[in-house]
């Protein structure tokens, strides 16, 4: 009877742990995102109409971005309007 409720407490730990590890490696994940995005403040002037031809700084802040982390953004951005009781933003035309 106590080596099984050892053995049950030992694997609550273990789960924790495991718990606990994925949320730092998530919480990681979103810092290196966060700051891959900031980068891209460099390509900000070249976002409007009109703009010129995007620079290599701006290009290299670009190659750097994890694809996922890109992807992610843009269907969070996506979403905004609706959050904001807007309609979808439609580009076709």
Known sequence: MAATKSSIVSLFLLGLL????????????????????????VCAPFVVPGAPTASAECCAALQSIDHDCMCNTMRISAQIPSQCNLPPLSCAG
């Open 18 to 41: 495991v718990i606990v590890m994925q949320s730092r490696v998530i919480e990681c994940q979103m810092n290196t995102c966060s700051t891959s995005l900031t980068n891209l403040n």
